[in-house]
Structure formats: C-alpha cells, structure tokens
C-alpha cells in the first residue's frame, strides 16, 4: 500500500478561491478536504444597517450570482413586510434571474468545464482534436461563440436592469423600471437570436428535442452540437461513474410567481419526494473556523476564529438538513421538478455525467421559460407595489441560483438589521466534515476518484469539482 | 504584453463584467492588441501545481511580467497577517503575493473599486480589514505604500468601479500596450481619465426631470432620484449614460439611482442607498463644482417653472404626457 497526499491549488476555473487537500492511497482519493480560504465577512458587515441596504450589499457578493443574491434579499425583505410584489413585476424579476442562470450554465460548460478535455493528456482519444478545436480554454471556438451569444443576451439585463452583474432592480414590491412594447418586442429578439445560437451550436437541434428527451439513454446518447461531443467524451470517459454525491437532493424552486414556483420545491432522496422545512437547517461549525454554537440561520452568528485552530480546515460552516449533508444544482432541481431524464439519471446517482446533464436539460428549459415570460410581459400593467418594512420582524428568503438552493435570513430589531444569515449553494455543496465526522457533497464525491502516478494535480478530481460548477465567492460570504 | 491576473477578496464580478465585452468579443479585442493572459484563474487550463510554477518563475523575474491585474480587495485580517485570505495551494496570503509580485510588474493595474480602495469588501465594520493595492479608501497608501511604483514609473492604476465596465479594462490594457497612457492620463485617485472625466448625470435620461427638479418619490417613478432617492450621478465620475452597460443599459436608465461605485468609501455612504439625506429639506451632497447658494435659487426657480408634463411624467412609471407637437402650418 502506497499514500501520498496532495495539496491541489490554486484551484482555476471555478468561481473564486478554492483548496482541496486529498490523501491518496494506491492511486485512489481515500479522503477529500475542501477548504474555502476566503473569508470577507458579509453577515457581521450588515449589522446595524438599515433593512434596505441589503439590496444593494448583498449583491456583491458574488459577480456571478448577483442576481441570485438580489432576489434572495428582496424574498426576504418582503417576507418580513409581508407583501407579495406586483405580478408583472415578479414576472420581470423571473425574467432576470432567468437570463443570470442560463448565463451562468453557458460559461461553466464552456469556459470553466470543456477546458479540461483539450488537454494533451487526452492527445490520444479520438475525440481530442475536435475538443481541441471546440473546448481550448480562451482560444476554442465554442468558447469565443458562448461569450459572444452570452453577452447579447445580457443586453437584456441591461434593458431592464442598467447592467450586469450588480443588477439593483429587482425590489421587494417588484422592479424598478416599467417596460414598454418596445422593450418587450427587443426582447423576444434577442431571445430569438440566442435561441438561434443554442441550436446551431451547442445542441444542433431544435431546443425542443433536448427538453423532451424522457431517459438516461437518451440524454447520454444525444450526437449532435457541443452537447453531443460532450457526450461522446462523458461515454469514453465513463463520466457516469465518476464523482456520486450523497444522493440526496435539494431545491427551494425557482422562480416565485403569482401561480406558483416554476421548478418545483422539495428534497428527494431514494425515490421520495418531500416537502422542505427549512426549520430543520443547522449550520455545523465544528469544522469551520467560526466560533459558536450550531445554529439555524435565524439565530446563526458568523464569529471567524482568528486563530484558526484544529481541526477546523475552512472558512465554510457546514449546513446540514435534518443533519444531512445534501446536494444541490441544476441536476438536483430536474431531479425534484421530476423531469423524466433526470430521475432516470438519478437512478444512478448525481456523476460528473448527471451534474453537466441537468445543467444542460436546464439550459434548454430555461430558453422555452425566458420566451413565454417576455410573451407574458404586460407593459400597461403596474410593476412595482409598495412594500414598507416593519421595526421588528424577521424574514426568509428563498431562492434557486444557477447553483442551487440560496437562502437569506433577516432579523429585524428597531428598524435595524439585527441578524442576517445566508446560506448559499456552494456552502452546501462544499461543506467541510460536520461534528459527526459526514463529509460535505465534494469531499464524499472526490473519495475513490482514481490518481495517476505522476500527477500532481489529478485530472479526475478537477472533473468531479468542476462538475458541481463550485462559485467559492458565495459559499463562505 | 502579458497579464497576470489575480483575484483577490473581491466578488470576482469585474471578470464576469469582462466577458461582456462586445464588438469584437473580449478574447478577439485582447489578442488583436497584442495582449495576453499569462494565467487568469477563471480563464485560463492550468490549475495547481502548473500555476504555482508559474507564480515563482515571475516572482523571480525567470518570467518577465509586464502587467500585474488584480481584481477584489487585499484583506488584511486577522491582525495584519493576511490570513483571511490564502493564496490556495501555496500556504502565502494574498497580501504577500501582491506585494511581491506587484515589485516584478511594468504595471500594476487595480480592476474594480475593491482593488482600487477596498471597496464593498470594508463595508460596515470592516470585518476583514479589507484595503485596496494603493488606497485604503481615501487615504493614499494600501497593500502597497503611497510611493509605490511600478516599474514604468506609474502608480497602481485604478479602473474603479462596481463592477468595472468592460470596456474601461480592455482600454486602459490596450492603452498600456500601445505604450499611451501616461500619469497624466490618471486623474487625483489614479483612475484614468478617459471615463473619469465625465459624470453619470452625462447623457442620463432623467436630465430633463433635473432640470426642473421634478423628482421620483419612490423606485420605479420616471423623475429624477437626486431629491428623495439618493442618486449621486451628478457627483460620480464614470461614462455609464455616454456609452452604456450591456448594450443601452445603464443604472439611472432602468430607475436605479447611482451610488457613485467609482469613488472610494462608496460603501458607506453614512445615509441609506436609496434615500437622500436632508437637513431642513434641502439635500445635502448638491453637485460639488457649483455654489450651494447659486443651486438653491435655481432649483426654487425652476421648480416653480415646472410644466406640467414633466411634473406628471416625474411621479409615473411611464409617459403620461407627451410633448405637445407644434401646430403645422394651414
């Protein structure tokens, strides 16, 4: 028996700063330790400040997630108003964090994913020189079309936002700027230019075929465009064993809107769909440099330990769920929507196959929800309601970034923010071990990843970590 | 020329903004100028143990480095160390790194209002000890001394913003390469002066409102947001309403006051974001280059002179009156 250990960073193409610590023995990952070495302090940092204020700070989290973050602090202010925003303007607000999500999903395939398959240690696979040509990081072709085709769709953002990231528009009582037939119809243009894209390039088919796909076989089998290729290399890779998480998934749904959330809310696990109580979250901080007790997020401090004592190994808290660990995604959400491919997937546990399926299937279904949603758009209509927030309450945001699942806790105390929680969906995903020693969703994916001999920075494991599209920058806040 | 780009306590939205680049995309306009990344951690295939390589090949000059980019502020905590921040996989901060390697640079170029002064990163009590490259908000003097420069003789330019526009990054590197940006380029907070000369009030959609100091009482209303919203496009440098965010976007155009993201200490604007401090009624924070006795009378003046389209149009989400159409000749 041979063991050595190995210390992979920096840690690239993920959303910010992320070390795994791994011991390998005979040329297998026995134990994985994520470690989130960024801490900025977001929660301690709105203390004090006026409820509102979350609207604009909380963004800034994280430039890819901006929105997501948006939404999730708006959810929670008007749930401590307790008002519901106008509808029109939840239907925008959708529209939005659409755009952020699909947006999100086309880089990770593109830029921070494929990459890893133009390598020269895959030279010899008869795949390698189209990914070569399709994949090369900043020079491939599909990565020059994807920022090209992601850049006009955020022309839609700027419409109705002002910018990306850093959006401020979406409000508790719905969005700032009303928009007008003429907004409405650019829109549905450059929804239909980029529908042009996704089907001339990145599924060569009409999107249609990719959301109706019903199996396993039938997503792992698909041939045509980028998605095709990449499914060739996931066959001759076997990237359908590789990287299983806990098997267990979560979602708070995406898209709140007057008739119901759009993906469907729940946690499944072993066939079983449940509903989420998110009154069962704690935060483990036995592992975490964080002082404290446990606690669920409305009564959870953030106090770092400034000397990052043993055993703790990371700036992340480890969320878990009736003291679960869980998964959560893009995968995860088909998975509790119940989309037929991705049960079928599920059947076989969330791989690095599975995770870039779901975002895929996503990318698809997302493209049909932005059309119908600018369709719906109702320019006479009122698009922002009042909302005014008590001096006492608390409130819970719930929203799905391209992620998974974001949470934001409030607590209000004399017109002040007194407490503010957030949990996002990389600190679910990359959670260090909790007190009972249960490792997080990657740690568990990353034991038995194979290690080459003479690598020192293993090809598998950037597989599996990349395959949850990790955003780092949210995860510890 | 080559860039090495770091990011360091930020959000990594100046990237993400970067890639919004257009006409041509960011990856046609960069190597048309002739540059190129020598590593970016979003962007770039090599991971670990390759890019610690490459780390020490600059940091002794094996590498000639020719732009160092670094996006997000540099934390200092805990108690100086740095620690909040490790580089990952090479046991050093990120606070040791930048100044090192910054040492090596022809340039240093500080992306996004974090990098530039700390940022959003020192909100609130500062939780991290967050400070920029070369500025500790105002103060001159961050991660690196007030003295500080790099070896073509500049100071840490600073592409200030929140995020950076696209195109104020890709400019100023294809200044740099073209070897025409100069110290007097940069404006007093070293940000280049190309986009801060102008104003966010420049080209912004509600200057009409302004005029007449028709104001917005809430978000979503037309007018203008200096009075009740907190807006301080007339005081914030940045060419947002000239050319633009995400094709025609800009903040003030889809009703959302600016919060002056260029400026250092923008995250704290000692009032809320979206309300305007007042004292006895008057806002407080009146355009900077103007006499506040001159502003007064002119804004009572005006806003007594009001038409009624504009008064209507300022408290509507949308045009309630049009522009009376001149009679044309019978």
């Known amino acids: 028996m041979s063991g050595r250990n190995l210390l992979v960073g920096p840690f690239n193409r993920v959303e910010g700063d992320l070390e795994i610590r791994l011991e390998v023995v005979d040329n297998k990952v026995v134990a994985a330790y994520a470690n989130s070495p960024l801490y900025r302090g977001f929660e301690p940092m709105m203390l004090g400040k006026v409820p509102s204020d979350a609207l604009t700070i909380t963004p800034r989290i994280c430039g890819i997630c901006s929105i997501s973050q948006s939404a999730a602090a708006a959810a929670a202010l008007g749930d401590a108003a307790g008002s519901q925003p106008a509808p029109q303007g939840a239907l925008v607000a959708a529209l939005l964090h659409g755009i952020e999500n699909l947006c999100d999903h086309l880089t990770h395939f593109n830029l921070f994913f494929a990459a890893d398959f133009a390598r020269p240690a895959y030279a010899e696979r008869s795949w390698h020189p189209q990914a070569l040509k399709r994949f090369t990081a900043m020079q491939g072709s599909a990565v020059r079309q994807a920022v090209e085709a992601r850049a006009q769709l955020l022309h839609i953002v700027g419409l109705l936002g002002g910018k990306w990231p850093h959006t401020l528009a979406i409000q508790p009582g719905g969005v700032t700027r009303a928009p007008s037939a003429r907004d409405r119809i650019r829109i549905l243009s450059t929804l239909t230019a980029f529908r042009r894209y996704l089907e001339a390039e990145l599924f060569g088919a009409p999107i249609e075929a990719f959301v109706e796909l019903a199996g396993a076989d039938a997503i792992s089998t698909w041939s045509t465009g980028d998605a095709g290729l990449f499914m060739e290399i996931a066959a001759d890779l076997e990237l359908e064993k590789l990287g299983f998480g806990p098997g267990r998934y979560l979602s708070y749904g995406a898209y709140p809107l007057p008739e119901g959330r759009t993906f469907g809310p729940g946690v499944w696990e072993n066939g079983e769909l449940s509903p989420v109580t998110t009154e069962d979250i704690r935060e483990d901080l036995s592992h975490a440099w964080m002082l404290g007790d446990e606690n669920h997020p409305f009564k959870g401090q953030t106090i770092p330990d400034e000397d990052m004592k043993d055993p703790a190994y990371s700036w992340c808290k480890a969320p878990r769920l009736a003291g679960n660990a869980v998964e959560t995604g893009a995968f995860a959400r088909q998975v509790v929507d119940g989309h037929p491919a991705a049960l079928d997937l599920a059947a076989n546990g969330s791989s690095v196959l599975a995770r870039v399926a779901g975002r895929l299937l996503e990318i698809a279904r997302t493209q049909l929800l932005l059309e119908q949603w600018a369709s719906a758009i109702t320019p006479e209509a009122v698009f922002m309601e009042s909302s005014s927030l008590p001096e006492h309450g608390q409130g819970e945001g719930l929203v799905e970034a391209a992620r998974g699942a974001l949470g934001h806790w409030i607590q209000i105390e004399n017109g002040r923010i007194a407490g503010y929680q957030i949990i996002a969906p990389t600190t679910w995903n990359f959670s260090p071990r909790d007190r009972r020693g249960q490792p997080g969703p990657v740690e568990a994916a990353l034991e038995g990843a194979v290690v080459g001999d003479d690598e020192e920075t293993p090809l598998s494991v950037q597989h599996i970590v990349r395959s949850f599209d990790p955003c780092m920058v949210c995860t510890v806040h | ?330």
């Open chain 2, 1 to 330: 020329m080559n860039v090495l780009w770091l990011q360091s306590a930020g959000c990594g939205g100046c990237t993400m903004s970067l890639l919004c680049a257009e006409a041509p995309n960011v990856f046609d306009l960069l190597e048309g100028a002739g540059i190129e990344f020598l590593w970016h951690p979003a962007l770039s295939e090599e991971t670990g143990a390759a890019v610690r390589r490459l780390l020490e090949q600059v940091e002794s000059s094996e590498v000639p480095l020719d732009v160092l980019c670094v996006e997000g502020s540099i934390v200092t905590g805990p108690r100086g160390t740095g620690r909040f921040h490790m580089l990952s996989g090479t046991g050093r901060s990120m606070l040791d790194w930048v100044r090192n390697l910054a040492q090596k640079a022809q340039h240093v170029v500080a992306v996004g209002t974090c990098a530039a002064y700390g940022g959003i990163t020192s909100a609130g009590g500062n939780p991290a000890s967050a400070i920029g490259v070369q500025y500790d908000g105002h103060h001159n003097g961050g991660a690196l001394p007030a003295d500080f420069r790099s070896r073509s003789g500049l100071p840490v330019i600073n592409v200030a913003g929140c995020p950076t526009h696209p195109d104020w990054v890709t400019e100023t590197l294809m200044l740099l390469a073209s070897g025409s940006l100069s110290a007097a380029d940069l404006d007093t907070l070293a940000r280049p002066k190309f986009y801060a000369e102008h104003l966010v009030h420049h080209a912004c959609p509600k200057n009409e409102f302004y005029e007449y100091k028709a104001s917005a009482t809430r978000l979503s209303e037309m007018g203008c947001m200096m009075e009740n919203l907190g807006c301080v496009g007339t005081q914030a440098v940045g060419d947002c309403n000239i050319r633009g965010w995400n094709g025609e976007g800009s903040c003030t155009r889809a009703g959302y006051p600016c919060i002056n993201c260029t400026a250092p200490e923008f995250e704290e604007p000692n009032h809320a974001f979206t309300e305007t401090p007042k004292f006895a009624g008057i806002p407080v924070g009146l355009p900077s280059d103007m006499p506040k006795a001159w502003f007064m009378a002119l804004a009572s003046l005006s806003k007594a002179a009001t038409p009624d389209r504009i008064a209507r149009n300022a408290v509507s989400d949308r045009i309630k009156v049009p522009p009376k159409q001149k009679a044309g000749k019978t």
